[in-house]
């Protein structure tokens, strides 16, 4: 993969995350996106322990996908020899380094994310599920708050008691709202796929060729439905939950600004 130095200069090292995915006793899985591929190795400190392990990601524990000119992802699936403790409060970091650079943690190119006297995050694996967050899709133009700001209020409030910290976020929807989206989200997503390079593909069997050509298209914004084939195949499912109305492809009522290619998904 090529990169334009000139572009990642003006772009932060790390676009997104860490995002912590699966937190179990003897395995933890974490993703991360970068502008370029990174040296990555993982923190964890358990002071009821009274230990600190420093593992490298390299191999199978860290996948790193290159998914634009300025964007890699790297996929963190961890498989611990010595179990992580239950019931107690265990900090990890994530330490990056790049060629010609320093080793950092999330202190240094992440400050934001570390709540008020923390040095690093911290996480609790729970002995049992007492305590369970339920939410759905985020949709950025609801009318409501976001409701993730009330976890993380939770979170701060509850940061160094164990027991009160929530066990899981179940998470019944898409987790990104891939349907409904706003116009304006839609032109600032193009935009941003644009900004990193990220990789194009061949639509199969739909009025556009490929994602360039479907970007540029007249009914991109707002008639995207128009632009998808109909399969006989959902015809039982259009009859069952739309009353026979023809649908392409996608089963939703809000298509019109569906979000269609792998690039979009990511921005």
């Not at 964007?71 to 900090?91: S, T």
């Not at 707002?222 to 039982?236: D, I, Q, T």
């Amino acid at each position: 993969m090529t990169t334009s130095s000139s572009n990642t200069d003006t772009l932060p090292t790390v676009l997104a995350g860490p995002l912590l995915r699966r937190v179990e006793a003897d395995r933890l899985v974490l993703w991360l996106v970068t502008t370029r591929p990174m040296t990555l190795s993982l923190v964890v400190e358990s002071e009821a322990q009274g230990t600190q392990r420093v593992i490298p990601l390299e191999g199978t524990t860290c996948q790193r996908l290159p998914i634009g000119r300025d964007a890699v992802l790297h996929l963190i699936d961890v498989a611990l020899e010595e179990a992580l403790p239950r019931d107690c409060l265990i900090e990890y970091d994530l330490r990056i380094r790049s060629e010609g650079q320093a080793e950092q943690g999330i202190a240094d190119w992440a400050p934001h994310l570390l709540y008020p006297g923390a040095s690093r995050p911290s996480f609790v694996i729970k002995s049992r599920l007492d305590r369970v967050l339920h939410g759905s899709c985020r949709k950025p133009h609801h009318a409501a708050k976001d409701g993730l700001l009330c976890v993380d209020e939770l979170i701060e409030q509850q940061l160094d008691n164990p027991e009160g910290r929530p066990a899981l976020l179940l998470m019944t929807g898409d987790q990104v709202y891939a349907d409904d989206v706003a116009g304006p989200m839609l032109v600032a997503i193009h935009a941003l796929v644009h900004r990193l390079g990220l990789y194009g593909e061949q639509l199969e069997g739909a009025v556009v060729d490929d994602s360039a050509e479907l970007f540029g298209h007249p009914a991109t914004y707002y008639r995207r439905e128009e632009l998808l084939p109909a399969f006989k195949s959902n015809e039982a499912l259009r009859e069952r939950f739309f009353g026979g109305v023809e649908k392409p492809v996608f089963t939703t009522s809000n298509g019109q600004n569906h979000l269609i290619t792998f690039g979009e998904v990511m921005a």
